[in-house]
């Protein structure tokens, strides 16, 4: 069974501002529907701090599947052949942005 891919995920740090680092090392991802609703907080289990440093890289499915209900990634930073691969291999469209909240971050690209 195929997850539809239809929420925005918000890398977030502890304290639920915008990560500053990469987009696959945040500690927390929050999920908010199309509408701007904010629907989850979900930790990061590959994230800074969890012990399994970097593993993501050698791996983006690892992000993939534990996203696997959203279509936007939006983060402070992210490469560009991710960027690439996650538009061209999963459909996934990835926002690099420089605010500082999360929730101007999402105002910004539901605009």
Same mark, same amino acid.
């Given at each position: 069974? =195929?997850?539809?891919?239809? +929420? $925005?995920?918000?890398?977030?740090?502890?304290? %639920? /501002?915008?990560? &500053?680092?990469?987009?696959?090392?945040?500690?927390?991802?929050?999920?908010? =529907?199309?509408?701007?609703? +904010? $629907?989850?907080?979900?930790?990061?289990?590959? %994230? /800074?701090?969890? &012990?399994?440093?970097?593993?993501?890289?050698?791996?983006?499915?690892?992000?993939?599947?534990?996203?696997?209900?959203?279509?936007?990634?939006?983060?402070?930073?992210?490469?560009?052949?991710?960027?690439?691969?996650?538009?061209?291999?999963?459909?996934?469209?990835?926002?690099?942005?420089?605010?500082?909240?999360?929730?101007?971050?999402?105002?910004?690209?539901?605009?």
């Amino acid at each position: 069974m =195929t997850t539809q891919r239809t +929420l $925005i995920a918000i890398a977030v740090d502890a304290k %639920g /501002a915008l990560w &500053g680092g990469h987009f696959g090392m945040a500690p927390y991802f929050q999920l908010y =529907t199309p509408t701007g609703d +904010l $629907i989850e907080t979900r930790p990061n289990p590959y %994230g /800074a701090g969890q &012990g399994k440093k970097h593993e993501h890289h050698d791996n983006p499915k690892l992000i993939i599947d534990l996203l696997p209900e959203c279509a936007v990634f939006i983060g402070r930073r992210m490469g560009e052949d991710s960027k690439r691969k996650l538009a061209e291999k999963f459909g996934i469209e990835a926002v690099i942005t420089s605010e500082r909240t999360p929730e101007a971050a999402l105002r910004a690209c539901l605009l």
